[in-house]
Structure formats: C-alpha cells, structure tokens
C-alpha cells in the first residue's frame, strides 16, 4: 500500500490563483483507487456472481462494524471537530452535522440487510477480517490526530458503495435469489449520486489547506485499505504511516 505524504510548503508554493478544493482531490483519489478496487478477484468474482452466501454474510458484517465505529468517532465529537493548525497553530472548529447527515449514516440499513439475510439463507458472520480491523484503527489514529479527516473515510464508503454498489446488489439478488431483500444497503437509493455530489460540494467550503490536505490523505489510504478488505492478497506493498 502506498503512503501518501504532502509536502505543505511545496503544495502552498505552487497554488495558482484558482484556491484548492478538496472535490477535485477527491474524485482523483477516487479514481485512480476505483481503476485499482476494479482489478480485484473478489470485486470480479461479485460482479459475476461467483460469491457464496457465507462470503455475502462476510461483507456485510465487515461493513458494519466500518460503519458503526465510525459514526461512533462522529458522535463523539459533540456536534464539532475541533483541529489545530501544525504551522500556526490556529484553532479550527467545523460543524459536524453538516457533514455527517441522517442519509450517510447507514449502519442501520446493514443491520437491517444482515438480519434480512439471517432470515433467509439461515447464515450469518460474526468474524472481522483483519483488514476491517486494521481500517478501524486507523480511523481511530485519524481522530485523535486530526478529527476532521474522517470526513474522508466517510467520503470513501459513501462513494465505494454508491458506484459500485447497485450493480452488485442486481448480481446476488438473482444469485443467492434474495427477491430483493438483504441489499438495501447496496441498492441505495434513487438520490444517493446526487447526495454524493452534494457531500463533494459541502467539503469544498472548507478552504484552509491542512484540513484539505487531511481529507484527501485520510480518503486516499483508507481506499487502498479497503481495496485490501476486497481482496486480501493483492501484490504486497508497504503499509503506510500517519501522515496528518
């Protein structure tokens, strides 16, 4: 897994008269990493049917607990992420709830679909891959550095799912023959693209350049993370270090 570290001096440096916004190192980050989750075995063997129900049990249950612990560093914060500025050490506060709305937080629809599953196929998981579990921590390191940044692990499962999400759902539901049931969590819903967009340009109203910086770093190695949630094996690279 490839770090990634900004040098903010050389960043500042070479800032046209345009300001950075962090939408436009998201949908890089995005897609770059999407060319790489694409690649994947376990992405293909999804995308063709070729995943057991136990393996479904799996994924929803990882994202779960994803989900959970990280709404739980949200509620945590008390309404505001408070940061401080390394170079000036200014104090920076950012309303939560803008952010972090009722339709990003979707921990409940993944218990609904594992509950939904249990009654159907009789199958159920209760085993975190190491993978969600080294996700987890990290997101934990990202909140006690720099709280703000899990806007962009937050930002990474929101667009994960959403873009590859439904077409997946359409695959298991014939399948594993779900009649629509236990993928509401992959389905989405007809306006989750446009709540996306809307996320992208909420985040660009955030315009100091460390809590930029932040978000796009936190998104851009927890997608790679996740890539290795998908696939456990890919080519073996070095993991990366905290660099907030």
Known sequence: ????????????????????RISVGLRNVSRDCRKEILRTHSYHAFWLGGVSKEQYAELLFAHLKLRQHLESLFHAQGGTFHVSDILSHE??????????????????????DIDELESLLGVRCDSL??????LIQYMDR??????????GILYMLEE???????GIARVLDQHLQLGG?????????????????E???????????????NIIIASSITYRMYRDLLDP?????????LFH
Not at 160 to 166: F, K, L, Q, S
Not at 199 to 213: N, V
């Open 1 to 20: 897994m490839t770090a990634e570290v900004i040098d903010f001096d050389q960043a500042k440096a070479q800032r046209t008269s345009r300001p950075p």
């Open 91 to 112: 104090h920076k506060s950012f309303d939560v709830d803008k952010y972090v709305t009722s339709r990003r937080q979707k921990s409940a629809q993944l218990q609904q």
């Open 129 to 134: 891959p190491a993978q969600a579990r080294e």
């Open 142 to 151: 990202v909140e006690k550095v720099y709280s703000a940044a899990l806007l």
């Open 160 to 166: 994960t799912v959403i873009y590859a999400g439904p």
């Open 181 to 197: 049931r236990a993928t509401h969590y992959l389905r989405g819903s007809s306006q989750q693209k446009a709540d996306l967009w």
């Open 199 to 213: 996320f992208r340009k909420s985040l660009d109203l955030i315009t100091d350049f460390q809590t930029q910086a």
């Open 233 to 241: 094996h890919p080519v073996a690279s070095p993991r990366p270090g």
